[in-house]
């Protein structure tokens, strides 16, 4: 996780939350790590997953299966 923290650090981003197995309270949620990343804005979010140094960690999230990913804009709480 430090290098990707360090990449997500370099577009702005930031870890809003981060759970191991969460537990749905209603419906159905993938398995494992759940991570939540907040970025300034879409071009930040899209620089972070493409950066070069991040494509070998996708790599390796691929092959653990943790490889779902939901882009959420302009989300207001």
Same mark, same amino acid.
């Not at 650090?9 to 870890?15: A, F, K, P, Q």
């Not at 969460?22 to 993938?30: D, N, Q, S, V, W």
């Not at 997953?49 to 390796?60: A, G, M, R, S, W």
């Given at each position: 996780?430090?290098?990707?923290?360090?990449?997500?650090? /370099?577009?702005?981003? !930031?870890?809003?939350?981060? !759970?191991?197995?969460?537990?749905?309270?209603?419906?159905?949620?993938?398995?494992? /790590? $759940?991570?939540? $990343?907040?970025?300034?804005?879409?071009?930040?979010?899209?620089?972070?997953?493409?950066?070069?140094?991040?494509?070998?960690?996708? $790599?390796?999230?691929? /092959?653990?299966?943790?490889?779902? $990913?939901?882009?959420?804009? /302009?989300?207001?709480?």
């Amino acid at each position: 996780m430090g290098k990707a923290k360090e990449i997500v650090t /370099r577009y702005g981003g !930031e870890t809003v939350a981060m !759970e191991e197995n969460p537990k749905a309270i209603e419906g159905t949620i993938p398995k494992g /790590r $759940l991570v939540i $990343l907040k970025f300034p804005s879409k071009e930040h979010a899209k620089g972070f997953f493409n950066d070069q140094e991040y494509q070998p960690l996708k $790599l390796v999230m691929h /092959r653990l299966k943790w490889d779902e $990913l939901t882009l959420v804009f /302009r989300c207001q709480l």
